[in-house]
């Protein structure tokens, strides 16, 4: 089946600091990605829409310049949350929507972030 | 606004029996619904897909069902083992945008 990674898997950085998560497809093109977050024992809640070669899509409530969003290939997106503060701790977790005929959302195993 | 409700939050059961998550959602229209797996700390694994146009989805010793009009489905475990231990969630895609809304899971133990 299809896979999509992320990298890293777990950090942990100063408030204040900014970090760079990654999402790769490894075996297919993904013209868009989408970005969740997931509070301890909460839903996954989509945070933005990347498309590749475009803007990304935020949803509501979801600041753009704090969570900087890059899809510059068909195969990589990049969410960066820049000044990161201890709220921003959390699970993020991404997927990749298959641009092939079976339009199906394939998501990678998540990155834990914590804010000291 | 689209809300996922899954009910229960919690389920424990004794190894082989078999058991029924329950989820309803808010907005009919929808264009398909998803049940997921996760481990902890770990990502998704797709379990089953529904069209919206679909009653019903089978893989294994699982059975999806969609009723659509009333806004439920419900996802049927036959002879659970241990390993099948994980929260599951359900997720519905909006049409169109194919937005994924989440439910905030059932916790699933299968006791040996």
């Known amino acids: 089946g299809a896979v999509v990674s992320q990298h890293p898997s777990r950090v942990i950085c100063k408030s204040g600091t900014s970090v760079k998560i990654e999402c790769r497809s490894l075996?297919?093109?993904?013209?868009?990605m989408f970005w969740y977050r997931q509070f301890p024992k909460q839903s996954l809640m989509l945070m933005a829409t990347s498309n590749e070669g475009s803007k990304a899509t935020y949803e509501q409530g979801v600041e753009k310049d704090k969570f900087l969003i890059n899809h510059a290939s068909l195969t990589l997106s990049t969410l960066t949350v820049t000044s990161a503060h201890p709220e921003d701790s959390s699970f993020y977790i991404c997927?990749?929507?298959?641009?092939?005929?079976?339009?199906?959302?394939?998501f990678g195993p998540g990155t834990r972030l914590l804010v000291l | 606004k689209q809300e996922v409700t899954q009910i229960p939050a919690a389920l424990s059961v004794p190894e082989g029996e078999n058991l029924v998550l329950n989820c309803s959602f808010t907005?009919?229209?929808?264009?398909?619904l998803q049940w997921f797996r996760q481990d902890p700390g770990k990502g998704l694994t797709s379990l089953l897909l529904?069209?919206?146009?679909?009653r019903e989805q089978t893989s294994g010793r699982l059975n999806a069902s969609l009723d659509k009009s009333s806004g439920r489905s419900t996802l049927y475990i036959a002879a659970s083992q241990p390993g099948d231990s994980a929260t599951y969630l359900c997720a519905v895609g909006q049409g169109g945008s194919e937005k994924l809304v989440f439910g905030k899971g059932t916790k699933l133990t299968v006791n040996p």
């Open positions: 529904i069209q919206s146009s679909q």
């Open positions: 075996d297919f093109q993904a013209t868009t």
């Open positions: 907005d009919s229209a929808i264009y398909n």
């Open positions: 997927s990749a929507r298959d641009s092939g005929v079976r339009q199906t959302q394939y």
